[in-house]
């Protein structure tokens, strides 16, 4: 059996084809288009369905996929009637009128219920559902189902309307962590009633032709992107751990955290694992800043230029996107950068650190998994193996664990064994002024306002 993962991401679009012993066996990617329509940055939703329905004929057609499986970043709702939206889908990173947000701001549950912070933008996406209700009711009215984003990929390709909860989990105001169940705010605007049925995610929720042939693939009920990734390693049984997903965001999930460690004003909260269950985590717009801070730079960082950034105490200062541990600061370089290269050195070294501070405050001890593609060539996960030496630091065999988490999940679901790769245990880096390096950045951000620890480095 081969399986195809569509992995919706906020920049980079993919598809993959997974075979029963994990491998992947064929890929195609693209950039989803965020246009202006009526003054509002929506999905390009054609565009991509056309690239999307194209390249999952390509693979039924080339490799016999028997299943089609959705894993999406979050942040993210559709509305749709029977057959089609009711309104284009909203791009998270746009803020609403003050006037409006002051209004819906106010009908936003507590922390202490759903765990989730009040974060800016779309961050949580039942203020975007509030802001879109204010300013489009008719499509509100109109909508007989309110999705997540990969429901409402599995519902555009042949499923049925479903929820799933680790997407209304994903610190979006809709969901009550404790007690398993939607938030207040659901019930208080009459929005229960469009929500469907729940369904595990990997669930088969329909069937579709596909390819040359009309070969039947079934369809299965999508996931949350980053706890695909922390269902990859799980499945596993590698015993209690921390894991780091890479992309635009980096996510930190430690299950073992206690709940009421989580501080609701440096982008903690709680997401929702496959099978509801808690996992606090932390997160920052970490691909997002990096490219900010290399200035878009592409392929492999030499040891050299690495070392050459720290040795000159050239480093980035938080923060460079909305969210993240450390808000409400703008982002700078303290010191002069050489080169371009040097230039990227400093920004992965801002993840690393970023992370390592993001370790400390969701208090991982155990093993941590580094995964996604701001470790490729696993530098990133060998600079925090250095900078955490108390830990055991290991990383994906692959660095596309939201997609093999997803892949997982849908050959479970039809009772097929997958064998995905263990992750590799990590070696630290040897850069003798590393930890020097993070002292000085960790006492630079205190001398800004900015907490610089919650329990010390390991």
């Given at each position: 059996?081969?399986?195809a993962?569509?992995?919706?991401g906020?920049?980079?679009?993919?598809?993959?084809?997974?075979?029963?012993?994990?491998?992947?066996?064929?890929?195609?990617?693209?950039?989803?288009?965020?246009?202006?329509?009526?003054g509002?940055?929506?999905l390009?939703?054609?565009?991509?369905?056309?690239?999307?329905?194209?390249?999952?004929?390509?693979?039924?057609?080339g490799?016999?996929?028997?299943?089609l499986?959705?894993?999406?970043h979050?942040?993210?709702?559709a509305?749709?009637d029977?057959?089609?939206?009711?309104h284009?889908?909203?791009?998270?990173?746009?803020?609403?009128?003050a006037?409006?947000?002051?209004?819906?701001?106010?009908?936003?549950?507590?922390?202490?219920?759903?765990?989730?912070?009040?974060?800016?933008?779309?961050f949580?996406?039942?203020?975007h559902?509030?802001?879109l209700?204010?300013?489009?009711?008719?499509?509100?009215a109109?909508?007989?189902?309110?999705?997540?984003?990969?429901?409402?990929?599995?519902?555009?390709?042949?499923?049925?309307a479903?929820?799933?909860v680790?997407?209304?989990?994903?610190?979006?105001?809709?969901?009550?962590?404790?007690?398993?169940?939607?938030?207040?705010?659901?019930d208080?605007?009459?929005?229960?009633?469009?929500?469907?049925?729940f369904?595990?995610?990997?669930?088969?929720?329909?069937?579709?032709?596909f390819?040359?042939?009309?070969?039947?693939?079934?369809?299965?009920?999508?996931?949350?992107?980053?706890?695909?990734?922390?269902?990859?390693?799980?499945?596993?049984?590698?015993?209690?751990?921390?894991?780091?997903?890479t992309?635009?965001?980096?996510?930190?999930?430690?299950?073992?955290?206690?709940?009421?460690?989580?501080?609701?004003?440096?982008d903690?909260?709680?997401?929702?694992?496959?099978?509801?269950?808690?996992?606090?985590?932390?997160?920052f717009?970490?691909?997002?800043?990096?490219?900010?801070?290399?200035?878009?730079?592409?392929?492999a960082?030499?040891?050299?230029?690495i070392?050459?950034?720290?040795?000159?105490?050239?480093?980035?200062?938080?923060?460079?996107?909305?969210?993240?541990?450390?808000?409400?600061?703008?982002?700078?370089?303290?010191?002069?950068?050489?080169?371009?290269?040097e230039?990227?050195?400093?920004?992965?070294?801002?993840?690393?650190?970023?992370?390592?501070?993001?370790?400390?405050?969701?208090?991982?001890?155990?093993t941590?998994?580094?995964?996604?593609?701001?470790?490729?060539?696993?530098?990133?996960?060998?600079?925090?193996?250095a900078?955490?030496?108390?830990?055991?630091?290991?990383?994906?065999?692959t660095?596309?664990?939201?997609?093999?988490?997803?892949?997982?999940?849908?050959?479970?679901?039809?009772?097929?064994e997958f064998?995905?790769?263990?992750?590799?245990?990590?070696?630290?880096?040897?850069?003798?002024?590393?930890?020097?390096?993070?002292?000085?950045?960790?006492?630079?951000?205190?001398?800004?306002?900015?907490?610089?620890?919650?329990?010390?480095?390991?």
């Amino acid at each position: 059996m081969k399986v195809a993962v569509l992995d919706f991401g906020k920049t980079n679009s993919k598809l993959f084809v997974f075979g029963q012993d994990g491998r992947i066996l064929d890929e195609r990617r693209t950039s989803p288009d965020w246009i202006r329509k009526e003054g509002l940055s929506v999905l390009d939703e054609a565009a991509l369905h056309d690239w999307a329905l194209d390249v999952v004929n390509e693979a039924v057609d080339g490799h016999g996929v028997e299943g089609l499986m959705v894993s999406g970043h979050g942040c993210t709702f559709a509305l749709v009637d029977d057959v089609a939206l009711t309104h284009p889908i909203l791009d998270y990173e746009q803020e609403p009128p003050a006037e409006i947000a002051a209004r819906i701001d106010r009908r936003i549950p507590d922390f202490a219920e759903t765990f989730s912070p009040r974060l800016p933008l779309g961050f949580n996406y039942g203020r975007h559902m509030l802001w879109l209700e204010q300013v489009e009711p008719g499509a509100f009215a109109a909508a007989k189902a309110i999705l997540g984003y990969p429901q409402y990929w599995s519902w555009r390709f042949g499923g049925r309307a479903v929820s799933e909860v680790s997407y209304l989990g994903c610190h979006s105001h809709l969901w009550a962590p404790r007690r398993r169940d939607f938030s207040s705010l659901v019930d208080a605007e009459g929005w229960r009633g469009r929500m469907p049925a729940f369904a595990r995610a990997g669930a088969v929720i329909g069937e579709r032709r596909f390819g040359k042939a009309g070969k039947p693939v079934a369809i299965h009920n999508g996931v949350h992107d980053s706890n695909a990734a922390l269902h990859a390693y799980r499945r596993q049984q590698l015993g209690p751990l921390t894991v780091v997903s890479t992309g635009t965001w980096v996510i930190v999930l430690n299950p073992d955290c206690p709940l009421d460690a989580l501080d609701r004003d440096r982008d903690m909260l709680v997401n929702v694992d496959v099978d509801g269950g808690p996992v606090p985590t932390i997160r920052f717009m970490g691909g997002r800043e990096f490219a900010t801070i290399s200035g878009n730079w592409q392929g492999a960082i030499a040891p050299a230029a690495i070392e050459r950034a720290i040795d000159a105490s050239v480093m980035a200062l938080p923060s460079f996107a909305p969210g993240g541990p450390m808000p409400g600061r703008t982002g700078e370089i303290f010191g002069r950068v050489s080169d371009a290269e040097e230039r990227a050195a400093v920004a992965l070294l801002y993840v690393a650190l970023m992370v390592d501070l993001s370790l400390d405050l969701i208090r991982s001890r155990d093993t941590v998994i580094v995964d996604g593609g701001l470790n490729a060539g696993g530098l990133l996960a060998g600079l925090l193996a250095a900078l955490r030496p108390g830990q055991s630091f290991m990383q994906g065999a692959t660095l596309e664990g939201s997609a093999t988490g997803a892949a997982a999940l849908a050959f479970e679901s039809v009772g097929r064994e997958f064998a995905a790769e263990t992750p590799e245990p990590v070696r630290a880096t040897s850069f003798k002024g590393l930890p020097g390096y993070r002292d000085q950045w960790r006492a630079l951000i205190a001398g800004r306002g900015i907490a610089a620890s919650a329990g010390g480095a390991q």
